[in-house]
């Protein structure tokens, strides 16, 4: 009962930190299928941990049915989701022209250890699958090709001809909805595709729009996308085109003109920087990011800004075909006052997943005391729109409004009167209050007003109107006091 206790707790200590341990090794000598082999059949305490994307990858080559390399490793950058076995098969010529059958298997998972499958526990499958598609050798299975079936891949399925509206307004005007269908030409083409192109010149206005409706074996696009394309025709120099696509899958279903109205696939960020994004597969509909790191759980003698022990254990973004909950949850270390934070979050624009998950974008300036004067500081009158924080644990907005009592407005003419007026506006991770605190300093009463918030861009307005008195962190006061008490004193 103790070792299956900590057992599990291992197994959540691994998951909180984004971590699997995976076996790693790999052997291309072959296998004559008894001899023990470190790779092959006798891999145990090759154990290694790794970290994102947190999968662990079995891939192993045949050769006419006989292993002859095989590889246990930590999944690749890209291998962020299991799957089971994938096999892709070539035959290719031997030096006596026979044909001789190459198989590549892949296997990503997701569990400790999960990579574990024997080679010889492997079996072959009947007739080599007829060349008609790939051994699964953990069922001994044949996954048969698209128009066989069968054990063994023998059978093949007649093929089904789909029927599309097929015309071209650039061809013959009239391509029209209510035109009849007709067969494809072959099986291979398995969608109907629309298409609407609109022809602009270089001031962008439209010089003709012509409708395409066909036959397609391309990607499946279900939604309409849009692409802006350069005419192939020299002479329309500056010229561009406008281009929307969708296609279906049953007979005569393409009926519909694409008008880009519909929603199109989502391009999701790869890092918070977003420079690169990456096209969606149309199933999956939300940008995913996610994010864990270590800090200390008691924190004293720090600013409003940072906290004790960070480090950053992992960072993940890219697409998903599920919503995820909105979260934070922390995993207390054992024995210590660490903790592991993991958040995650989904989203469904564009580019959405930049932010740190479950965290809010905020605007992040500091006031110059010459450019409030002349009302051109644009931290306190236009401040630029919020942005990501710098850091995961960054879960509140603020700003900090100091100046003379009663002249924290957004007037010019009170923030001429020769009294110091400051700004700042940034992330937090603490509470730093709402409200407004006055400070006497001889004959002069002045005035800091906190704002805190936890939504994207909250912390926008300036102080002044926050009246009742609270409870407020006093985080930017120096430089506005300094610059007041040299006043009185000068006086």
């Given amino acids: 009962m103790v070792l299956v206790y900590v057992v599990l707790v291992s197994l959540l200590f691994h998951l909180a930190q984004g971590q699997v341990d995976c076996y790693v090794c790999q052997d291309s000598n072959g296998f004559d299928g008894f001899s023990p082999s470190p790779c092959y059949n006798n891999f145990m305490g090759l154990a290694q ?63 400790d250890g999960c990579n574990n499958q024997l080679a010889s526990n492997l079996t ?93 074996s391309s990607s499946s696009v279900t939604k309409d996308e849009c692409t802006y394309t350069t005419p192939a025709d020299t002479n329309l120099r500056g010229f561009f085109e406008y281009t ?74 890219g697409c998903s075909a599920t919503a995820l909950t909105t979260q934070c949850t922390n995993t207390q270390l054992e024995s210590s006052n660490g903790v592991v934070t993991t958040c995650e979050e989904t989203c469904q624009t564009h580019g959405c997943n930049d932010g740190w998950p479950n965290r809010p974008k905020c605007l992040q300036c500091t006031s110059s005391p010459s450019g409030i004067a002349s009302g051109s500081d644009d931290c306190l009158y236009n401040p630029q729109p919020a942005s990501p924080c710098t850091r995961p644990y960054h879960q509140f907005c603020v700003y900090t409004d100091q100046g003379r009592s009663g002249m924290l407005t957004h007037r010019v003419a009170d923030n001429r009167r020769g009294y110091p007026r400051s700004m700042l506006r940034n ?44 409870s407020l962190v006093v985080i930017f006061v120096t430089s506005v006091m300094s610059s007041a008490t040299q006043s009185i004193i000068s006086q």
């Fill in 244 to 317: 929307c696509t969708r296609t279906c899958t049953t007979n005569g279903c393409n009926t519909f003109t694409p008008q880009g109205t519909a929603p199109g696939p989502l391009y999701c960020c790869r890092d918070q920087s977003c420079r690169t994004r990456i096209r969606c597969p149309i199933d999956q509909g939300y940008c995913f990011s996610r994010v864990v790191y270590r800090s200390s759980a008691f924190q004293s003698n720090i600013t409003y800004n940072e906290v004790q022990g960070y480090q950053l254990v992992s960072e993940a973004r």
């Fill in 49 to 111: 941990r790794c970290s994102f994307p947190a999968t662990c990858r079995l891939e192993f080559l045949s050769v006419d049915g006989v292993i002859r390399q095989i590889e246990r490793a930590c999944g690749n950058s890209g291998e962020t989701v299991a799957h089971a076995l994938q096999c892709t098969t070539n035959l290719s010529t031997s030096s006596f022209f026979q044909f001789v059958e190459r198989t590549t298997c892949t296997l990503v998972c997701s569990a």
């Fill in 124 to 216: 072959a499958c009947a007739s080599g699958c007829s060349g008609n598609g790939f051994c699964n050798y953990f069922e001994g299975i044949c996954v048969c090709d698209k128009g066989f079936n069968g054990t063994d891949c023998s059978n093949a399925v007649p093929a089904t001809i789909l029927s599309c509206l097929q015309c071209d307004d650039a061809v013959a005007p009239g391509c029209s909805a209510a035109l009849p269908s007709t067969p494809c030409s072959d099986s291979s083409f398995d969608k109907c595709s629309a298409s609407r192109t609109t022809l602009y010149d270089a001031n962008g206005a439209a010089v003709r729009t012509f409708i395409t409706r066909g036959c397609s």
């Fill in 427 to 470: 992330c937090s991770t603490t509470d730093i209050g709402t409200g407004c605190t006055d400070i006497q300093i001889g004959d002069t009463t002045y005035q800091q007003c906190n704002k805190t918030c936890s939504s994207d861009g909250c912390n926008h307005g300036m102080g002044g109107s926050n009246r009742p008195v609270t």
